[in-house]
């Protein structure tokens, strides 16, 4: 006797949905990827359709495309950091000479060598500052200061360079400082105390 046509389709789904048949399918992420490259060939082959020239003509147009874009990003340039933001000396609001310098102790009484390298090198801008040895001026760096300082302390130029440079790597370069690192800046600090200053008047090219 021939079995009834719906009870046999229902045998035969049953048996096919059995483990056994599924399981070299691919899972459903590699389904999800055979769409998509199934999405973009059409989207190709529609795009090359519509090009002037066929498939050549679609790769030509890319390639303008990507020329185009590559002379947007040349013509622009690279963004350019600003100096105020990222390598201004002063990251606070204004403090004096003495607080920068008990805040450079109070770290360095503490072992914490980078922190007291960055107070003292404040200390010696802000001290040339209130001196007049440097004019007053937000958002100015490390080096621009040494390289300020130095032409009006030129004995004095290398070692404030060196500072600046110090500075820069314990403050940007991830450098950690030690205890000779700070003497050294510390002795600069000293020093500049009694340093004097050289005229203007007797600066190459000034006015006799």
Do not use: C, K
């Not at 790597?169 to 003497?183: C, E, I, K, M, S």
């Amino acid at each position: 006797m021939d079995t009834p046509r719906v009870p046999a389709r229902e045998a035969a789904r049953r048996e096919l949905s059995e483990r056994m048949y599924h399981e070299n399918d691919p899972n459903p992420l590699q389904r999800a990827v055979d769409h998509l490259w199934d999405w973009i060939g059409d989207l190709l082959s529609t795009a090359s359709g519509a090009a002037p020239g066929g498939p050549v003509g679609l790769l030509v147009l890319v390639v303008i495309v990507i020329a185009l874009i590559a002379a947007l990003l040349w013509r622009l340039g690279t963004p350019r950091r600003s100096p105020r933001a990222v390598d201004a000396l002063f990251e606070s609001g204004p403090l004096s000479t003495p607080e920068h310098r008990a805040a450079a102790e109070a770290h360095a009484a503490a072992g914490r060598w980078s922190q007291a390298v960055q107070e003292r090198m404040r200390a010696i801008v802000r001290s040339l500052e209130e001196r007049a040895l440097l004019d007053a001026r937000p958002g100015r760096t490390a080096d621009e200061a040494a390289a300020e300082a130095g032409r009006t302390l030129p004995a004095h130029a290398t070692r404030l360079r060196s500072a600046a440079r110090t500075f820069d790597d314990v403050t940007y370069g991830g450098r950690p400082a030690n205890q000779q690192t700070y003497l050294t800046v510390l002795a600069l600090d000293l020093d500049l105390e009694s340093a004097t200053p050289r005229l203007a008047a007797t600066l190459p090219g000034a006015a006799g």
